[in-house]
């Protein structure tokens, strides 16, 4: 079974469009980390966040916010005003305590932004 | 210097051919990773090293061969690859704390192509 979930294969908005990327995850661990990357066309994986599984409290970051749910296994990730830039795929990870060099990652989901 | 640098950027080569990979990383992390990253396919872990020592090979081919001479510096030794091997090759490190998240900071990646 996947441990991480991108149901969203491709999404596609116009530009200053809000647009959410769902993320679900699955772990026995009570602690785990769960990370967003973004890559750009170029190929690097750029790091975005970082969240603990103790820590529910959601964060923003400029245009950028996430919404993270235990009850509901979700990591979801918001772009607000989403710009040409933010054009790339979308990675959601999960690590396990215990197994501290083991990330599980999603699909992807490829975000175009059209001007 | 940027973070993690991969040599080669763009790497073609022979199914007889022999080839290294490099990446290098000027963080003072601990742990660094080779990822294979096939078209329409999720993030592949091939090999993590912790302190210099190889801690995992998800079951990789023999025709890949890695090498860590220092927590600095990790090759990825080629031989004799198929076409099906033809890929995004990611490497990332992080820095191993216990009981914390532990986020990978990747390099740009080498795209090979075998003929």
């Known amino acids: 079974a996947q441990k991480v979930t991108q149901a969203q294969t491709e999404i596609s908005v116009v530009e200053k469009e809000d647009v959410t990327l769902d993320c679900v995850y699955e772990t026995r661990d009570t602690t785990y980390y769960l990370f967003w990357y973004k890559q750009p066309p170029s190929g690097e994986l750029v790091f975005l966040i970082r969240r603990n599984s103790f820590d529910e409290q959601n964060e923003i970051s400029g245009r950028y916010s996430w919404n993270f749910q235990k009850s509901t296994s979700s990591f979801n990730f918001t772009i607000t005003a989403s710009q040409v830039v933010d054009s790339a795929v979308y990675f959601c990870a999960l690590s396990e305590a215990l197994i501290f060099n083991k990330f599980y990652f999603g699909s992807g989901t490829k975000l175009n932004v059209k001007p | 210097e940027t973070g993690v640098t991969q040599t080669p950027r763009h790497l073609v080569m022979g199914m007889t051919n022999k080839k290294s990979l490099k990446c290098e990383q000027h963080l003072g992390h601990n742990a660094m990773y080779w990822y294979k990253q096939s078209a329409k396919k999720p993030l592949e872990l091939m090999f993590v090293?912790?302190?210099?020592?190889?801690?995992e090979n998800n079951s990789v081919p023999s025709r890949f061969s890695p090498e860590c001479p220092n927590s600095s510096h990790l090759f990825l030794h080629l031989h004799t690859l198929q076409p099906e091997d033809s890929a995004l090759y990611l490497c990332?490190?992080?820095?191993?704390?216990?009981?914390?998240?532990?986020?990978?900071?990747f390099g740009p990646g080498t795209r090979l192509t075998v003929l």
């Open positions: 090293y912790s302190l210099e020592e190889r801690v």
């Open positions: 990332a490190s992080s820095q191993r704390r216990e009981g914390q998240g532990n986020e990978q900071f």
